[in-house]
């Protein structure tokens, strides 16, 4: 019998940030026509422009994070690996995607409308009308898809992928001004130990502002939530 995996206090943490940010958002409404309809110059537009960069990004990140945890190892893994992500991510979008849709076709005074039918859009392109909030769980299990393929059955690609990360930064365009550039091969597990820690410190001083987080670009004063919630991470990678 397999030993359940100890919960990781931090990540459940951001996890339950991030739903919270998702759903205020989504109440809030991005324009005056969703939502609660709220003036584009009110405190709440603002609270909801401000948190752009951080709702979705961070729910992304954590993702690609807690797969790189327990990544697919073996071709004879992946068939359990797709049902599991299927199961956590596609029946979500076919039971409650349906449902919204469904009930958003009958109900008077919706901030947008729908038929029935459109509940085939969704099943294809993940999103349609006034269900735009579902494409991300159909994006994100067609990214595990692909990158479980990726570590499943292209060990040698994935290899030199890494080796060309962490020894060769000059086989790609220069990105050195961007914080993501710095912490993601450590995010990514690219680079583990020593490696990590000479290039957080090579770079400490240019991305980060002290009390108050990441630059996300060096040369622009745009401290922003996304990154520096990244960095975090990276570091306890």
């Known amino acids: ?27 809030i409404g991005g324009t005056p026509e969703t939502g609660m ?56 979008l ?50 595990l898809v692909v990158v479980g393929i990726a570590d499943a059955f292209g060990h040698g690609s994935g290899r030199a992928l890494a080796v060309a990360i962490a020894q060769r930064p000059q086989a790609f365009l220069d990105k050195s001004r961007w914080a993501m550039d710095w912490y993601y091969p450590i995010l990514g597990g690219v680079l583990r130990g020593e490696a990590a820690r000479q290039r957080i410190d090579a770079g400490w001083a240019e991305f980060v502002v002290d009390g108050l987080g990441v630059r996300c670009v060096s040369d622009r004063p745009w401290i922003t939530a996304a990154e520096t919630c990244e960095l975090v991470m990276a570091l306890d990678a």
């Open 1 to 27: 019998v397999t030993a359940p995996r100890a919960r990781r206090i931090g990540i459940d943490s951001l996890r339950g940030l991030a739903v919270i940010l998702v759903v205020a958002g989504h109440v």
């Open 94 to 143: 076919l039971t409650v995607g349906t449902l919204f849709i469904l009930i958003q076709s009958v109900a008077p005074g919706t901030n947008a409308s729908a038929e029935p039918t459109d509940v085939f859009a969704l099943y294809l392109y993940g999103s349609v009308g006034g269900s735009g909030q579902f494409w991300f769980l159909e994006a994100l299990f067609l990214i």
């Open 37 to 92: 309809r709220v003036d584009p110059e009110s405190g709440w537009a603002y609270f909801y422009a401000a948190l752009t960069d951080l709702r979705v990004p961070l729910f992304t990140a954590l993702s690609g994070y807690v797969y790189s945890l327990r990544p697919v190892r073996e071709p004879a893994d992946y068939g359990q690996f797709v049902r599991g992500k299927a199961r956590r991510l596609l029946v979500p």
